[in-house]
């Protein structure tokens, strides 16, 4: 089983659509989690970080369920510029030290959902 | 502010040859990741660095893969020879760091290997 899994799509829908993705992790330990937003030949950029008691920016929503192992995007009356693929982040339970100093923990990225807002 | 900046943007090469990869992360960043994305995958990581220390190599390919960030600075990543599967894109990030810091990516060097 992979450590980040996403459903692929592609998710096709009309502009004003409400759209929701799921990933699922493996480790249990994970404590960070993000979603990021990549467009077609560009870079991953970050959209929003995952909070336990989940968080709002606008018309996104993400969710965290850590008994099921699955964070989620919501994304509400969806805009053309909203087509994209969406990467989920998980940090992968490898902590990093550097001489007994505490750097942080990996990262890992699921393949990405990728979506298309249609007009 | 300047973001993460890599060159080439592009490279076309012939199986077996030699090619060399550059980023100069966000001045201040500290941490410094190279990445692999195929087409319709998520980027995977190569290498990360803390300053200039490499603290995760495990998925680099180490017989043919090289890195290095000597400065702590900016980073070369190197393939010598490259083969046909190597074909993708290579993106460079960098962070100040912690659990919750966010990675800022640069513009990617495309690979084409023939």
């Known amino acids: 089983r992979k450590e980040v899994e996403q459903d692929p799509g592609p998710f096709n829908v009309p502009e004003g659509a409400t759209v929701a993705f799921n990933c699922t992790y493996s480790n249990s330990a994970s404590q960070s989690f993000f979603w990021y937003r990549q467009d077609c030949r560009k870079e991953p950029k970050l959209l929003m970080s995952?909070?336990?008691s989940g968080n709002e920016d606008g018309r996104f929503t993400a969710q965290l369920n850590r008994a099921s192992q699955y964070i989620s995007l919501l994304i509400r009356d969806s805009k053309l510029s909203d087509s994209a693929t969406y990467l989920c982040v998980v940090n992968g339970g490898v902590t990093y030290r550097v001489r007994g100093f505490r750097y942080g923990q990996n990262f890992v990225f699921g393949p990405g959902t990728r979506l298309s807002v249609l007009p | 502010e300047a973001g993460v900046v890599q060159s080439p943007r592009y490279k076309i090469i012939e199986k077996k040859q030699p090619v060399a990869f550059w980023c100069n992360p966000i001045?201040?960043?500290?941490?410094l990741y190279w990445y692999l994305q195929n087409l319709g995958q998520g980027p995977e990581l190569l290498i990360r660095y803390e300053n200039e220390e490499a603290v995760d190599d495990s998925q680099l390919p180490k017989d043919r893969f090289s890195a290095e960030r000597l400065k702590g600075v900016d980073s070369t990543l190197k393939i010598q020879p490259a083969e046909l599967g190597d074909s993708a894109v290579y993106l460079c990030a960098s962070s100040s760091g912690g659990d919750q810091e966010t990675q800022y990516f640069g513009p990617g060097t495309r690979l084409l290997v023939l």
């Open positions: 001045s201040g960043h500290n941490t």
């Open positions: 995952v909070y336990s």
